[in-house]
Every structure is written in C-alpha cells, then in structure tokens.
C-alpha cells in the first residue's frame, strides 16, 4: 500500500516500484529517521499542534521500533518505497491514529534531507576520528625515522637528501588538511532542514528553532526551498573525501614503489600483502594498490553528484534521491581504505640501509658541493651551480661519485677546492645542516612530528 494511492486508480507497476524505490539504500538511515521524527513529535506536542500525551506516545512508538530494528526483532521491508515510509507505516500498525498524526506539517522532502545530514554528521565524525588515528601513526613513525637518511626525488630522479621521517610528515600536513575540510563542510551543512515542509514551509505554528536544538543544529535552514534542494554538503563531503583519497592514492603509489626490488626501502607485514597464484616469490602490496584503484571510484561518485545536480529547477526533484548511493559509497570506500590501510603502514618496517645506500649512488650532494663553494669559498651561487655541474659530468665519465672523486679532479675544475669538500657534502652534514623551518634536519623532524602529535590532541 502506498502513501500517496488516495489519487490513483491503478496498483504502481512492479518494475516502476523497484525502480522508485530507495529503501535498497536508505534503510541504513533508519536511526537518522527516527531521532528526526521523535524531535519533530516533540516540537508538534509543545507547540500545541498534536496532543501532548499522543506526542509521548508517539516518541516512545518510534523508540520502541528503533529498539526492535535495532535488535533483529524486527525488519525492514524490502517493498516499502523507502524508510521514511516504512516507519510511519510500521508506527501507525503498532499506535493506529496517533502514528497517523506524526506526518503532520512534514514532508519527506525535508523528512530526507534532515536524515541524510545526520546520517553524515555522524560519518564524517568515524571519518575524522580514523584520519586523526592515521596521522598519530605517521606522527609516530616520523619521530622514531627522524635520523634515517633517503633520497628525496623530484620528477622521480634523485635530488636532495631528506629523511624518511620528514617524507611521512608530508603525509601527516595532507591529511590534517582533510580533517580541517571534513570539519569545514560538516560546520556549514549544520543547518536544519526539518519544518521546510515540501517546499513551501507550513502553516502549523511549528518551532524550527526547537526541533534545530533538539537535533544538535546550529540554526534551522534559512530558506524553505534550498532546504528541501540542497545536496551541497553532499558535494563538499564528497569533494573532501576525494581529495583524501588523491593523498592515499599518492602514498599508496610510493608504497608500491618503495617495496619493489627495484628500491626496497620498506618492507610489508605479511599480514598486509598477499601472494601469487603462480609465482612462488610473490609478495604484492594488494592493499595499497586496491587503495590507489579505488580513489577513481570515489572520484566517480563526485562527479555523479555534480552532474545529477547541476540542472534541477527548485526545489525537490526525484533526481535528488541519487545523491545517497554516491555519498555513501564515497564515504565506505574511505572508511573501509582507511581502516586497512593504517595498520598496514603502521606495521610498514622501513629498510635504512638500502635507502641510505640509494641516497649516496645518485649525485644527491650535488647541491651542498655547490653551496660549499659559496659557503667556504665565497663564489657565487650561480659560478658554483656551474662548476659542480662540470664535476658530476666528470664523475659520470669516470664512473664515481662527489665522495670518491679525487681532489685533485675536484682542483681541476676550480682550484678553490680542499678537502673540506668531503666533509661538507657527507650525507649526515647535508641532511643535518637542513634546518630551515620545515626542512628535513632530524631535529626539525622530531619537533614537527611532536607539533603534529599536539595538532591532534585538539581537534
Ligand atoms: N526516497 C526519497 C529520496 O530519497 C525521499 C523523498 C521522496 N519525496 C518525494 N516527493 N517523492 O529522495
């Protein structure tokens, strides 16, 4: 039986049932539904528009149906159109007339909206409480890494010392920034959208402020139609749980390479990599790449939501009840990314020696030979830039290094070299002498990692 058959003559087609239907994907709000409705009740009783006592009758109805959904003592249908529906219905069954009296001066239109805000309320918070999780480990890492030398790489070719602990700190600023969006969107959808009615508002001497208080919103929806039609915070979450994933995906990509043979800088718990139905050496980072894979996904599920949005006139559209699958899904790929993925990098074991090993093999000093000829020598950077270029050429051609290379091929090329040189571009000097703010000296890096640590502990 639907809602709305008063003005029909025929059954709905089952086919057109199914496809109407969202109960598929919004039982899950079934929670979110019932607190909306317990506060509205309440609001509908004190404001004298049902009677008091059916209003606590009505309250206690839709605790008693939460706490039977919540035990298994009772299920969802799976015909219903959708939740909202299926709790009215099940709440007029067990109270007749008084569950007939919850609907007043309400919509589904708002009922949908205010439900899928504190559904995300909620989520967002599980998001930021994994993400806060996720930078206490790098934070972690960090500190304890914060002397091991690797090589920093621009266009994938090696460029500058830094330390492993300074390169998982860069991971810890992305997601802090993800935490400071998610908790952006969330402080601006903070509006409730309940008493918008369908459209129009109502003309029930209803209390918005009320029922916004009763539910934890800052303030009721300023206008009735963007109420009802606004899916920006679905967008702004949406966005925000993309660019997380872009930060994952990236790290997952470094992981990946990291622990090929190829660099094998970090080494993966067993417990977190899988092997090969064929090739007996296999031990893949499945884990990490399934997390790279999935950020198109989630990518995906933004554009769906920008695009479904982008033509609807004011104000509820049917179109709108797409937005629940894309946010969802958004949100439980990077639950489920994040719930594996931060054990894995937790129990991640980096390798020192073959990082060190790959930060003296790639002319990574070049840039502290430079600056030692400025520094001890008084040249200037440009002269110096030049000069060292020369030297990797000969170093190439010889096939050493800047700390093998002889200094008698060092006074061939500028005679302003003494073996200060060595001393000046040993990996240990080039990395420790990095001590502008944000630089990768150990002693920088275990102050930010603590700053970091301190970053959490507030948010
Ligand atoms: N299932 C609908 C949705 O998800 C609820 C609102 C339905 N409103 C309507 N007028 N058909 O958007």
Redesign the pocket.
């Known amino acids: 039986m639907k809602l709305w058959e008063g003005r029909f003559h025929k059954a709905l087609d089952p086919k057109t049932n199914d496809f109407n239907?969202?109960i598929a994907f919004?039982n899950r709000m079934y929670p979110e539904d019932i607190e909306g409705s317990i506060a509205h009740a309440t609001m509908l009783g004190a404001c004298g528009i049902i009677d008091q006592q059916e209003a606590e009758k009505i309250c206690e109805g839709l605790r008693q149906i939460r706490a039977d959904l919540d035990s298994g003592a009772l299920l969802i249908d799976p015909n219903a159109?959708?939740?909202?529906t299926f709790v009215e219905g099940e709440l007029t069954a067990r109270l007749g007339d008084a569950g007939k009296r919850l609907h007043t001066a309400r919509?589904?239109?708002d009922?949908?909206a205010l439900d899928l805000r504190l559904n995300l309320r909620k989520t967002c918070g599980e998001l930021t409480a994994l993400l806060r999780q996720l930078v206490g480990v790098l934070a972690d890492k960090a500190e304890k890494t914060a002397d091991m030398i690797m090589p920093g790489y621009t266009h994938l070719q090696r460029a500058q010392p830094i330390t492993f602990g300074h390169h998982l700190l860069a991971y810890a600023e992305m997601f802090l920034r993800d935490i400071g969006r998610m908790q952006d969107a969330l402080s601006r959808m903070n509006e409730c959208p309940l008493g918008s009615g369908?459209l129009a508002g109502t003309t029930y001497p209803i209390d918005r402020f009320m029922t916004a208080k009763l539910l934890g919103f800052d303030a009721p929806c300023a206008n009735s139609l963007d109420g009802v039609a606004d899916r920006d915070f679905c967008v702004e979450i949406a966005a925000a749980v993309s660019l997380c994933m872009v930060h994952l995906s990236r790290f997952s990509e470094e992981i990946i390479l990291w622990c090929s043979w190829e660099y094998r800088f970090v080494h993966l718990d067993d417990a977190y990599s899988t092997g090969s139905s064929i090739m007996p050496q296999k031990k893949n980072p499945d884990v990490a790449e399934l997390v790279r894979g999935k950020s198109g996904r989630v990518f995906g599920d933004l554009m769906g939501l920008l695009s479904m949005m982008k033509g609807l006139p004011m104000a509820?559209d049917?179109d709108?009840?797409e937005?629940?699958e894309a946010i969802f899904d958004a949100c439980d790929t990077l639950r489920l990314c994040l719930t594996t993925f931060i054990p894995m990098v937790e129990t991640m074991e980096p390798l020192p020696q073959n990082m060190r090993a790959a930060a003296a093999g790639g002319f990574i000093n070049a840039t502290d030979v430079a600056d030692y000829l400025v520094s001890a020598k008084g040249l200037p950077f440009r002269d110096a830039y030049r000069i060292t270029g020369d030297l990797v050429a000969v170093c190439i051609e010889k096939g050493l290094t800047l700390e093998t290379l002889p200094l008698s091929e060092y006074q061939a090329v500028c005679p302003a070299f003494d073996d200060g040189v060595y001393e000046a571009i040993s990996l240990e000097r080039c990395v420790n002498g990095r001590t502008s703010y944000g630089g990768p000296a150990p002693e920088n890096v275990r102050a930010q990692a603590k700053r970091v640590q301190e970053k959490i502990q507030q948010l």
Not at 81 to 84: A, L
């Open positions: 239907s969202s919004d159109e959708d939740i909202h919509s589904r239109n009922q949908v369908a509820y049917k709108l009840q937005d629940k």
